[in-house]
């Protein structure tokens, strides 16, 4: 059973930068596909980054509202994904989780908690 615990959420003035942090215990996710997802007030759960496995190695994938300020990196020694967010926007404000999968499935059966991304204009 993957376990999966986000960190570095925070409030930030527009055009600020902020470094997101998912820990991974129960699995290696070397193996696993993985992404960030967010959820703002009022709106439905998006997706945000992508990232692959060892099925699909060097792939990553970014929303187009995110393209060019956000970086998606998983770091396979540490057990870690990462999401640097870059020049951002009071429309990024909302929680933000990380999820993983095996490669070979769609859904993503694993999920953090959340943290909290608030951006003011």
């Known amino acids: 059973q993957v376990q999966l615990v986000e960190s570095g959420g925070g409030s930030v003035q527009a055009g600020g930068s902020l470094r997101l942090s998912c820990a991974a215990s129960?699995?290696?996710?070397?193996?696993?596909?993985m992404g960030w997802f967010r959820q703002g007030p009022g709106r439905e759960r998006e997706t945000v980054a992508t990232i692959g496995g060892f099925t699909t190695p060097g792939y990553t994938g970014y929303a187009d509202s995110v393209k060019g300020r956000f970086t998606i990196t998983k770091d396979n020694v540490n057990n870690m994904l990462y999401l640097q967010m870059n020049s951002l926007k009071a429309e990024d404000t909302a929680m933000y989780y990380c999820?993983?999968?095996?490669?070979?499935?769609?859904?993503?059966?694993?999920w953090g908690q959340g943290t909290q991304v608030t951006v003011s204009s």
């Open positions: 999820a993983a999968r095996r490669c070979t499935v769609v859904e993503y059966p694993y």
């Open positions: 129960g699995g290696t996710i070397s193996r696993l596909c």
